[in-house]
């Protein structure tokens, strides 16, 4: 069994993945608030999750906004995983060193994450550089044992533009363009395979790894009732024509593959009290997020369901519904700092006629914001 340092080592060069055995509805960066309010926030996200989530935002932030943010995440049997199947790390190499670690494992889906987010946002623009990692591991049990290992490096860059209509800024449109890298390594191996010293993670056809573009369409539009606000808004995310095809310059050239993200469908509405009571603001959202060019397993998959409440100070308590597994979390924000928290359950086999919950997961991203 390696020591924890290993482990670190290690989670500083994996990066994010798609799992073939498991079809999660796969983004490029996830934020601890997006994820504890059940990824409900389309219609009136006036934060940075703007970059991510509908950029039709834009023209909601008050002041401009620069920061830096670290982020981590793993699961119920994060430990084991890791030190289970990079026991033996000599040239990349995975192995079990110890069949009991292997029966630890059994039926659980397992991440490890770490992400980097640089900002710049005003009320016009947005730009962001993301470099965002996670590995994946999955020991299903029937017939046999065998196991699902995916890490990958992502890195993108991105610009949005919007424009705001009307006096209170109620309608709003806006636009983001990205341009992604990946690279990846997968692997599927039975218990043998697993215990010997030859297993090396190679890309396979269910790897996509290059270079790729895609584009974020938003809008919204709010009413305001005495002094409350309901909005509505819609974004289709991840588009391109076509996606994931890479030239043989930047990726393997295999055209094959499927898209490194899918392109999706983000349809929801928001309520928010800006002075529930002296000075806490409260924001509730109901959002429905369908692929565009893949059927879901059941409705349940595509709800999402958030709350906030903001204090007048340092404090932000969340909750909330991701695909009907409860959510929550909660935010400290102190001069130029702001640290986060979050846990969640997702469906890891979406598009696979079934429900299979993944092992509940754990967020936790401190930033500097100027």
């Known amino acids: ?70 982020l981590i995440e793993g699961s119920s049997g994060i430990s084991d995983n890791l030190t289970a199947f990079f026991g033996y790390n000599s040239d990349k190499y995975w192995k079990i060193t110890d069949t009991n670690d292997l029966t630890q494992l059994k039926g659980k889906n397992t991440r490890g994450r770490v992400g980097f987010l640089g900002t710049y946002i005003t009320d016009l623009i947005s730009f962001a550089v993301i470099a965002n990692g996670m590995l994946d591991s999955f020991v299903n ?66 790897a996509n790894e290059g270079l790729a ?50 392109a999706r469908i983000n349809f929801g509405f928001g309520y928010k009290v800006p002075n529930l009571y002296k000075g806490l603001t409260l924001r509730t959202n109901l959002d429905i997020i369908k692929s565009a060019a893949k059927k879901e397993s059941s409705f349940q998959d595509m709800i999402h369901m958030g709350i906030e409440l903001k204090f007048p100070q340092f404090l932000s308590l969340r909750a909330g519904l991701n695909q009907l597994y409860w959510t929550a979390g909660i935010g400290v924000s102190y001069w130029v700092l702001d640290a986060s928290f979050a846990t969640y359950v997702e469906n890891t086999s979406i598009y696979e006629g079934d429900r299979t919950p993944s092992n509940r997961r754990y967020v936790f991203q401190v930033g500097f914001y100027f």
């Open 1 to 70: 069994m390696v020591k924890i340092r290993s482990i670190n080592i290690i989670l500083v060069f994996i990066f994010l993945v798609s799992v073939p055995v498991f079809a999660e509805q796969r983004e490029l960066y996830n934020t601890a608030s997006y994820l504890a309010r059940g990824k409900a926030m389309v219609a009136d996200v006036d934060d940075y999750n703007v970059l991510f989530v509908n950029p039709a935002g834009i023209p909601l932030i008050k002041e401009r906004i620069i920061n830096f943010e670290f």
């Open 213 to 262: 573009f895609s584009m974020d369409l938003g809008t919204q539009y709010t009413w305001f009732i005495d002094e409350s606000e309901f909005s509505i808004g819609l974004a289709a995310l991840d588009l391109s024509t076509p996606f994931g095809i890479q030239p043989k310059i930047f990726g393997d050239g295999n055209t094959g593959r499927p898209e490194i993200l899918p």
């Open 141 to 206: 049990t029937v017939p046999t044992t065998k196991d699902t290992v995916f890490s990958t490096a992502d890195v993108a860059v991105q610009f949005g533009i919007a424009k705001s209509f009307f006096e209170k800024k109620n309608f709003r449109i806006g636009g983001t363009g990205k341009a992604i890298y990946r690279g990846n390594r997968s692997g599927i191996f039975d218990t043998d395979q697993l215990q010997s010293q030859s297993i090396k993670p190679v890309g396979n056809l269910y």
